[in-house]
Nanobody, 122 residues
Framework: QVQLVESGGGLVQPGGSLRLSCAAS????????MGWYRQTPGNQRELVAD???????SYADSVQGRFTISRDNAKNTVYLQMNTLKPEDTAVYFC????????????????WGQGTQVTVSS
């Protein structure tokens, strides 16, 4: 099965930066889109940013101008550069792949990572 491995989370002070990485592994032929979602206690998971295989990006209004999503298709890896972090950015960040096709022609609509904690606090 396809597996997502996330890294880069941690504790930073307001105004600081973090870079999240998510690598998809397995019998992968193609991935249509990859992205990042976040969730805080008592709230629904929300989209932070995503990017298609062609490089088309989308951002939540709350992070636009501060966060940048990028992708390495050859490595099946997506990155999220987070700058000017605010306490409101504190959440568990989840990697997501959408529209995965394996080499055996199996199709999976959504695959989620385990989540990585990002804490912004002074």
């Amino acid at each position: 099965q396809v597996q997502l491995v996330e890294s880069g989370g941690g504790l930073v002070q307001p105004g600081g930066s973090l870079r999240l990485s998510c690598a998809a592994s397995g019998n992968i032929y193609s991935i249509y889109s990859m992205g990042w979602y976040r969730q805080t206690p008592g709230n629904q998971r929300e989209l932070v940013a995503d990017i298609t295989s062609g490089g088309v990006t989308s951002y939540a209004d709350s992070v636009q101008g501060r966060f940048t999503i990028s992708r390495d298709n050859a490595k099946n890896t997506v990155y999220l550069q987070m700058n000017t972090l605010k306490p409101e950015d504190t959440a568990v960040y989840f990697c997501n792949t959408h529209g995965v096709v394996t080499r055996t022609m199996e199709h999976t609509y959504d695959i989620w990572g385990q989540g990585t904690q990002v804490t912004v606090s002074s």
